[in-house]
């Protein structure tokens, strides 16, 4: 049986061929602090094939909600296939080490641009000159070396326990098989549309 992560990546890769330029853009949902659910797309920086990693900053709302509960739902569209996935699964913080690895793999004008907004992500700012002002300001102060890892910098994987893959069908009836993960393996099923 194919492995569910291995169709995800199929999938992607397909979706990517057919033009799709921020295919590896998905909706991370979580419970918002008050319970309310709370969704936003989110760019997913691996996945692996029992897991799915993307960044973010230490003091956004996501890493407090996924805090308080762990549990979190990734929905990918792939418009040009007509296709979703989606993923529900616990959430797992990386480790400072971890961080500090993939921050050095991160290209330096992405790490420029995460040093001079992630101090105030979600926070109110007088005017967004400001930032550009930092930004620029980080980019000649460190030309010729290396930026430091950003105390910010948040790396949050989401270990699949569900995966439901949706081929949406106007000819037909649509397809949908569900992909169940536990401690013993994988269980899959056909659901109806």
């Known amino acids: 049986m194919t492995y569910p ?53 230490k003091r956004t709302r996501k890493v407090e909600e996924l805090k308080k509960n762990s549990t979190a739902a990734i929905t990918f569209w792939f418009e040009r296939s007509a296709r979703e996935v989606m993923i529900e699964g616990d959430a797992i913080f990386l480790s400072e080490a971890e961080n500090e690895k993939y921050w050095h793999t991160y290209p330096r004008w992405a790490q420029i641009r995460f040093l001079s907004y992630a101090p105030t992500s979600g926070l109110p700012i007088e005017n967004k000159q400001k930032l550009e002002i930092k930004r620029n300001e980080i980019e000649s102060d460190h030309q010729d070396t290396p930026l430091p890892l950003s105390p910010d910098y948040c790396g949050i994987y989401v270990i699949p326990k569900r995966i439901v893959f949706y081929t949406y069908r106007l000819d037909e009836l649509s397809d949908v098989w569900e992909y169940q993960i536990n401690e013993t393996g994988v269980v899959k099923k056909r659901l109806s549309p």
Do not use: C, Y
Request: charged letters at 25%; zero cysteines.
């Open 5 to 57: 992560m291995d169709l995800m990546r199929q999938w992607l890769d397909e979706e990517k061929l057919k033009g799709a330029q921020n295919a590896q853009h998905a909706v991370l949902s979580t419970q918002g602090l008050n319970g309310h659910p709370h969704g936003r797309i989110v760019a997913i920086r691996e996945i692996e094939e029992e897991r799915i990693l993307f960044f973010t900053q």
